[in-house]
């Protein structure tokens, strides 16, 4: 049988590749995890696109329908104005509540995406 004898070029040589191994592993989780947010944020965006044109257009019919009530086109969307003054005001009043709301569902939702394949890992780690 063969001894192996210890070089210290080789252990160099294994430390060097081991590190480029785990720098191209974290390279590549960051790239998952970075294109899963963005996936993410594209998502949100359509969303909010569609949810706006929803809102318009229930905007429009509530005008039409107050003109109905109120006899004319005019009132019926000074009336439907008068309500999004009024939750535009509610909004401004309670801004800072609302801020950190927000603020902290959005980092949640981040860090939820962000730890995805980690959750991920640990599944597939209990079924196997």
Known sequence: MEER???LKGVFQKSKEYIDTRFKLVKLKLVERSSRLIASLIVDVAKTLLALFVIFFLSLAL???LSELLGSR???FLAT???FVI???LISLMEAPL?????NLSIKRFLQKWNDEIDDEDEQGKQG
Not at 99 to 103: A, D, I, N, P, S
């Open 87 to 89: 939750l535009i005001a």
């Open 99 to 103: 801020e950190r709301l927000f603020m």
């Open 81 to 83: 104005a008068g309500i």
């Open 63 to 65: 005008g039409f329908y």
């Open 74 to 76: 005019s009132l019926g």
């Open 5 to 7: 004898k210890f070089s």
